[in-house]
């Protein structure tokens, strides 16, 4: 079973998101320097929740997905986001997707999301 830290990763600064990203921000950890790419209800008011749930359905699966938590951010405090660790890039997805033997399977997998 996987443990949760219930208590969310607290942001202190924010830049923009790529603008590929259907993100409200990358929020920035300075106590780890994790950025964390950032939703948020802007988008849709159930985006945090369905993130929250196809990411953990994946897991569950074992399918590769990037680490995941709740994050706050300190200039909006007690607003939640749902916020995955950015990598900078898809270089890490196309790895991972290249050590899938079923490769079907995991392509299906964008249905849920």
């Known amino acids: 079973m996987i443990q949760q830290d219930w208590l969310p990763v ?6 923009p998101p790529p603008a590929t990203a259907t993100a409200d921000f990358i ?3 300075d ?5 964390w790419l950032c939703k ?3 988008a849709h008011h ?3 929740a369905t993130e929250w749930i196809c990411s953990k359905l994946a897991e569950a699966c074992g ?3 990037p680490v995941f938590d709740i994050v706050e ?14 990598q900078g890039g898809g270089h890490e997805f196309f790895s991972a997707y290249n050590r899938i033997s079923n490769t079907e399977v995991f392509a299906k997998t964008y249905a849920v999301d």
């Open 46 to 48: 159930l985006l945090p």
């Open 10 to 15: 607290i942001c202190n600064r924010t830049k």
């Open 31 to 35: 106590s780890t320097t994790h950025r």
């Open 73 to 86: 951010v300190k200039a909006l405090p007690g607003v939640p986001f749902f916020g995955s660790q950015w």
């Open 27 to 29: 929020g920035i950890d």
């Open 63 to 65: 399918l590769p997905v």
């Open 40 to 42: 948020g209800t802007n």
